[in-house]
């Protein structure tokens, strides 16, 4: 066992850890941090994303001993107890970036490292910046639509942990939505 | 049509239609989720499964005592250990009454029939402890001969798969249209026609890949049980282990909490469910399994794998006379769920959407030492429109017409429908000219010709094909007689029930178990429209037996058309009998209210009227109610549908090939689809693009491969190539929209459509790209290596560039450059 202090979604902990423990079960298994899940066991789908030090990491890359002095910030840490969503967040939701939802935190924490690196990224640029996180679901169009919004969002709001509060737009009735072209 | 007037009047906003954002979401972009795996009970044991490492061997001896002795684990338990309790798998559905099954022990007792199968089970306090024991259980195997390809299987003398069966097949299927009444009869249509079109194509064997791992929790309390499972169908489980392992159904109670995909691959009851039920019961603990991804690849079930041989006839103008399909399915070693029973779901969609007059089809189900096959995205579907479409064009090349034109003169016209079709099925409705030209217009066709046009001519390496695929599909499954007709154990139906809470909101408790589809913001819409009360007043449950008590669960693009079906006829009886109370308490005739925007209002008598809100109020009080009336506004209802729906659509994609490098790269991808009524916009588009995704990374990328030993080469996310957003365009989608007849919202069903349609039309444009240097098939995926081979040696570029021994035991045919004359192609076995 080896000791660590991580801080964790903003709150410190000090705990005997295995060597050989990953982050990724540091965190769900002992600290309860859930959100954060794991999809693959050659570090390929990024379900496991989180960010150690302000920087994407696939968690089940990261022994929980490497955080140790580190700062982590899970999917659960991004909104804090009752604060708004991230830009982000919202973006998935209102451009239908996910279906399941397994993917989506990992999707989420890589995309908001691809915008901290590159606050206006092109379509091309926003698929190759999350190539290392699969969704089976949505196809990704969905997703890289929400990480223009939320790049949009973020850009005019100055930087990304600023937290917007105006509502979420207002539906969109079918005749508006986009790309239904027409009716028979 | 659904007839409007039977429709209330809508609010002015009405919600159907309503591109809303999903009511999911909250919890699944915070991380406040429950996924099976997330589950920690107290006491809770740990397993991990022992598995084969090989495909195919006797069961000599096994020791556990060294696992016995790990530190952490509690027992190990081998199939001798549980063969009185076990039972065997279920397959439900046994397609033909001479169907063999070799009965499908959860865990091996004598004999292995393919890497991965269980053979012991390690319970132990932690994941680790059960884990690191695995290696200590010393397992000796008399190695046998594994059985691996289909077409040798199926051969005189081949090595069997089940050394107490007679052959490799399982059965041996056959919907012959000139028998059946519905067509005329087949072997004359092809010998009086004037071109035969013959091909062999491989639709690959894959894997569903959802992202979630698969995950079980048992907790035993007493003789009762609680299973929380990663499943798309908790209902079908509940029946089935209760059927298998001997738990009384009304003792177990089966979750699907949230769950992270299916695709049909959680469609299924499976070994590990079956353990972690037995040894919970054996130990009175609660214990959980959860599956590694390399686990999940190689023993969760896989999808597809038939070589299909498909004939076609026609006259020189291009109509089409006949169509023969001959097909093998890899069942793998056992029957699962449902296996049998997906290519037999195919034998109705072969033919299209076309008019053929004459159509036989036959399939054989093959044993093979590979995990068995079962329900992946489309099931039967995809495998049956992949070999019309793929033929279309060849058909069309063979006759030196185009492709499209080739199709139009033999689709179904939109004033035909309903449509019966040569294999049965009446097609319900739709227009297919008015899709493909829009599909037309969104990819800008004749650009993409003349570009074409340019390539050709000035001999540039990067060639541009372009390939359709007009589909349809057969959703809503299932008309529960049909299902019977065709051997299936279930019914087809579905149930819901509606509850108005003493507040005025709303209950709605589904049969249909959603894994990433929406329901509870669909299901919301259609009973805010209803009952006209708030979307957000609606709350959706579902996937808990002990909550939703009745279901079919959620598969083949059922959800909506009978599960959604089933909650708007729920939701009219509950206005029935509102409209009772409110007549009651208005002093009024039922006949003279009307109810709008979820008021009933007397017709004629300004301010007389009462919200349906105040009715449930007014019911939970039950102190004034019509003589003899159940104090509440509560409704069940089950929907069986009358027929299938239909979608259909058009699928065009532009496709850029190198045929300097063999790689292939989609320029455009556009698709015009009709799925009836769209209740919500935003989710119609997305299950269309991640079934694009799919079906798409089945013509490019994904394949689940076995070495010579019968071992998954393919194993992990590094081998088995599940697309990246960096390996997908964005796609142009568009809807015409013709209502399903056969349900009260008029909704045919979107999640597989994608799936279905754009594996062919990815290939077909590849070939169009390439069809003028000599290539006329590439076997899937079109890895660069493959594409390359197919341009420079010719055939398909495939490891098996022509068939050896055919499908049904005769010589050789030359099916992959297959265009022929009748008599070449009817001459010996055929
Ligand atoms: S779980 Fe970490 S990359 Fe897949
Ligand atoms: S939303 Fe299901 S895997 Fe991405």
Redesign the pocket.
């Known amino acids: 066992m080896t000791q660590i202090n991580v801080r964790v979604d903003g709150v410190t902990y000090t705990d005997d850890v295995e060597p050989r423990t990953l982050l990724?079960h540091y965190l769900r298994e002992q600290l309860g941090k859930v959100g954060t899940v794991?999809?693959?066991d050659t570090?390929?789908?990024?379900?496991?994303t989180v960010h150690l030090d302000g920087v994407a990491v696939?968690?089940?890359?990261v022994l929980a001993v490497q955080s140790d002095g580190g700062e982590v910030t899970t999917i659960e840490g991004l909104t804090p107890q009752g604060g708004d969503l991230h830009p982000m967040q919202r973006a998935f939701h209102e451009m239908h970036g996910l279906q399941c939802g397994f993917c989506t935190p990992g999707m989420i924490m890589a995309s908001v490292d691809l915008l901290n690196e590159n606050p206006d990224p092109s379509e091309h640029e926003i698929r190759e910046g999350i190539e290392g996180n699969l969704c089976r679901c949505t196809g990704y169009q969905n997703i890289v639509r929400a990480v223009q919004q939320a790049a949009g969002e973020m850009r005019t709001q100055g930087n990304g942990s600023a937290r917007p509060t105006h509502a979420a737009p207002a539906e969109v009735d079918t005749a508006a939505a986009p790309h239904v072209v027409g009716q028979a | 049509m659904t007839a409007v007037e039977d429709r209330p009047a809508q609010a002015p906003e009405r919600e159907v239609g309503k591109a809303r954002r999903r009511k999911e979401d909250a919890r699944l972009i915070t991380g406040a989720t429950t996924w099976t795996d997330n589950m920690v009970l107290p006491g809770m044991l740990h397993l991990a499964v022992v598995r084969s490492p090989v495909a195919h061997a006797k069961i000599t001896a096994i020791d556990v005592s060294a696992a016995q002795e790990a530190p952490g684990v509690v027992t190990v338990l081998t199939g001798r250990d549980v063969a009185d309790e076990q039972g065997s798998l279920p397959c439900a559905w046994p397609v033909t009454p001479d169907m063999v099954n070799p009965g499908h022990p959860s865990i091996a007792v004598d004999e292995v029939n393919h890497v991965g199968e269980a053979v012991a089970v390690i319970v132990a306090r932690s994941k680790a402890a059960a884990q690191d024991a695995v290696e200590l259980v010393d397992v000796d195997y008399d190695v046998l001969t594994p059985v691996l390809d289909m077409e040798e299987a199926v051969a005189e003398g081949a090595a069997l798969t089940h050394d107490h069966l007679e052959s490799n097949r399982s059965f041996h299927f056959v919907f012959d249209g000139g028998e059946a009444g519905t067509g005329t009869d087949t072997d004359q249509a092809f010998a009086d026609a004037e071109v035969v079109v013959s091909r062999r194509f491989v639709q690959q064997r894959l894997i569903p890949a959802f992202m979630e791992p698969r995950s079980v929790v048992v907790q035993p309390q007493g003789d009762n049980y609680t299973m929380w499972s990663a499943t798309q169908v908790p209902h079908i489980l509940r029946v089935m282990l209760a059927m298998v392992t001997g738990v009384p159904e009304h003792k177990l109670r089966v979750v699907a909490p949230d769950v992270g995909g299916g695709f049909g691959g959680k469609l299924q009851v499976t070994p590990e469910e079956v353990i972690s039920l037995l040894v919970a019961r054996r130990l009175g603990k609660p214990v959980k399994w959860t599956e590694s991804r390399s686990e999940s690849l190689m023993t969760a079930h896989h999808g597809r794998d038939q070589v299909q041989y498909i004939d076609i006839a026609a006259d020189r103008e291009g109509n089409v006379k006949g169509l023969r399909c001959r097909i093998l399915a890899d069942m793998g070693a056992y029957l699962r769920l449902v296996s049998p029973g997906v290519p037999v779901l195919g034998a109705f969609m072969f033919n299209g959407i076309y008019k053929f007059p004459a159509y036989r089809f036959e399939c054989d189900g093959v044993f093979t030492n590979k995990v068995p096959t079962d329900a992946y995205r489309g099931a039967g579907r995809p495998e049956a429109t992949f070999a019309i479409e793929r033929i279309m064009d060849e058909l069309a090349a063979e006759l030196g017409m185009d492709a499209l034109e080739l199709r139009r003169k033999n689709w179904i016209k939109a004033e035909e429908f309903p449509f019966t079709t040569v294999a049965g099925m009446t097609y319900d409705s739709g227009d297919y000219e008015t899709a493909t030209q829009q599909a037309l217009d969104l990819i800008g066709y004749d650009e993409l010709r003349a570009e074409q046009q340019r390539r050709r001519e000035s001999g540039n390496p990067v060639q541009l094909g372009i390939g359709f695929s007009t589909f349809t599909e057969m959703c809503g499954l299932a008309p529960s007689r049909v299902l019977g007709s065709l051997s299936y154990g279930a019914g087809g139906w579905e149930h819901a029930s509606i509850r108005m809470l003493p507040t005025g909101k709303v209950e709605v408790v589904t049969g249909s178990t959603p894994h990433g589809q929406g329901h509870e913001t669909a299901w919301s819409q259609l009973v805010a429209d209803r009952l006209g009360v708030p979307f957000e007043d609606v709350e959706v449950l579902h996937g808990d037996t002990s909550v939703a008590p009745r279901g079919m669960d959620t598969y083949g693009s059922r959800s909506l058309v009978v599960g959604g079906a089933a909650v708007v006829n729920a939701a009219e009886k509950v206005v029935a009998k509102a409209r009772r109370i409110a007549a009651h308490l208005l002093e009024a005739s039922e006949e003279d209210l009307q109810f709008t925007d979820g008021k009933f209002s007397v017709r004629g008598t300004p301010g007389a009227e009462l919200a349906i809100q105040e009715i449930a109020l007014a019911t939970f009080a039950a102190h004034n109610l019509p003589d003899g009336m159940e104090p509440s506004i509560d409704a069940d209802a089950t929907f069986d549908p009358e027929n299938f729906s239909f979608p259909h659509g058009t699928h065009i994609c532009a496709m850029e090939v190198d045929t300097d490098t063999g790689a292939v790269r989609i320029r455009k991808y556009a698709c015009v689809d009709d799925v009836g009524t769209i209740v919500n916009p935003l989710i119609v588009e997305g299950q269309i693009h991640g079934g694009l995704a799919q079906g798409i990374a089945q013509a490019l990328f994904e394949e689940a491969v076995y070495d010579a030993d019968g071992n998954l080469t393919t194993g992990t996310f590094v081998d088995y190539l599940v697309p990246s957003a960096a390996d997908l365009p964005s796609f142009d989608t568009g809807n015409t929209v013709h209502e399903a007849p056969g349900n009260p919202i008029g909704a045919k069903g979107v999640g597989e459509a994608g799936c279905i349609a754009s594996t062919p039309a990815v290939v077909n444009a590849a070939l169009d790209a390439v069809r003028h240097l000599g290539v006329r098939d590439i076997r899937m995926p079109l890895t660069p290596e493959r594409v390359w081979r197919a341009l420079h040696d010719g055939g398909d570029g495939g490891d098996r560039a022509t068939a050896g021994t055919n499908a049904y035991g005769g010589a050789s045919t030359e099916s992959t450059s297959g265009v022929s004359t009748p008599a070449s192609s009817l001459g010996g076995d055929r």
């Open positions: 990724v794991v999809g693959c570090s390929n789908c990024g379900s496991c696939k968690s089940c890359t």
